[in-house]
């Protein structure tokens, strides 16, 4: 059984987060660094789009720079997620694709149900539901994107802890007068929370479950980031995910 | 002349498609393909997107989505949360937009 590498929550910009993920691939592919399990947090708060997403049609980039929120385009797929500071937690998931389901629902399938377990943990029933989303009383909680590339699986995803509802839907573009009280009522009603649900649940909480859950098990360590992962993760940054010729390619 | 189209597709994700068309040429001079869907491996939206410019304009829907299919399949790519039904569909719509255009005075 393979052995998994868990680093434990970090908080770093979008560019840095986005180019974590990649430098941690492309060590996993060759082996220099073990199967990892990681979690992130984001400062300043963030907006990141999906691979296929256009920039300008889902984000109000204006805003953005005014509030000084990050904005940046994941290589995953999947849809746009506002990255709260304080609303939110984010994993990934990097090792080789033969340690999972060959189908993509079916990989979906297992790692969600890791984040399944964890909220379970905290008295927070939940279950998949493809393609890509946990629910929790019938409401979005999580969201998730996978990547496959050169034998290595990425899957990351959100899990929301408390959710500012006005702020999210005033950087991701919908036309302005929806966002009326109606309007926040309405996503009230497909969007949950840890929050929304047990006030009482810490975010250190939430945190501890989901290792937990994650490496329910598993053979691991806990470990930090090699030098290469750093060296390659900075030249990413300047690169791609800070670089308007990425973030604005669609 | 650029046309849009937006389909939610039943049970799967958002696709955008816009459609550059040049009237005078009669030719499809760009197409863009956004949305939340996944495909893997990534870059080949670039694949779909370039068999879709090189159509001719009165292409059925059923044969683009024909077409689509193949190009899938020989390159072993895999979509979640679009099919090629849901892409010939959203192109045709986006091209009929596009030849909808007036043609403004320069």
New interface residues.
């Given amino acids: 059984m393979p052995k998994w590498r868990v680093i434990d929550l970090t908080v770093n910009t979008a560019a840095m987060n986005m180019a974590l993920d990649e430098a941690i691939s492309e060590a996993a592919r060759t082996k220099a660094s073990l199967p990892t399990i990681r979690f992130y947090k984001w400062l300043p708060s963030a907006v990141s789009i999906?691979?296929?997403?256009?920039l300008k049609?889902e984000v109000d980039v204006d805003l953005c720079k005014r509030l000084g929120v990050d904005f940046v385009r994941r290589?995953?797929?999947?849809?746009?997620v506002y990255h709260d500071s304080n609303g939110e937690l984010t994993y990934s998931v990097i090792a080789h694709e033969a340690m999972f389901p060959k189908g993509?629902?079916e990989s979906y399938h297992l790692i969600c149900g890791w984040i399944v377990d964890a909220l379970g943990r905290i008295g927070i029933p939940a279950e998949f539901k493809p393609?890509?989303d946990i629910i929790a009383a019938g409401k979005k909680i999580s969201g998730n994107?996978?990547?496959?590339?050169k034998g290595v699986l990425l899957q990351h995803g959100t899990i929301l802890y408390k959710l500012d509802v006005a702020t999210m839907f005033s950087l991701l573009k919908v036309p302005k007068e929806k966002i009326s009280d109606k309007f926040i009522a309405d996503v009230k009603q497909r969007v949950t929370s840890v929050t929304d649900i047990n006030s009482q649940i810490s975010e250190q909480q939430l945190k501890e479950a989901l290792v937990a859950a994650f490496t329910e098990g598993k053979e691991f360590e806990f470990g930090a980031l090699t030098e290469n992962e750093k060296a390659t993760a900075e030249k990413l940054v300047k690169e791609r995910y800070a670089a308007d010729e990425w973030n604005f390619l669609? | 002349m650029q046309g849009v189209h937006t389909e939610k597709v039943p049970g799967?994700?958002l696709v955008?498609m816009k459609v550059d068309f040049n009237p005078e040429g009669g030719l499809i001079e760009d197409v863009?393909?956004?949305?939340?869907?996944?495909?893997?491996?990534?870059e080949f939206?670039e694949n779909i997107e370039q068999l879709l410019v090189n159509l001719d304009q009165k292409d059925s829907e059923e044969s683009i989505a024909a077409a689509l299919s193949r190009l899938i399949e020989d390159e072993g790519a895999?979509l979640?949360?679009i099919t090629p039904e849901s892409i010939a569909k959203t192109f045709r719509n986006a091209l009929a937009n596009a030849i909808a255009q007036p043609v403004l005075p320069q």
């Fill in positions: 999906g691979y296929f997403q256009s049609d290589r995953t797929g999947g849809g746009a993509i629902t393609i890509n994107a996978q990547t496959r590339r669609r | 799967g994700k955008r863009q393909m956004q949305g939340d869907f996944f495909i893997h491996p990534e939206v895999e979640v949360g």
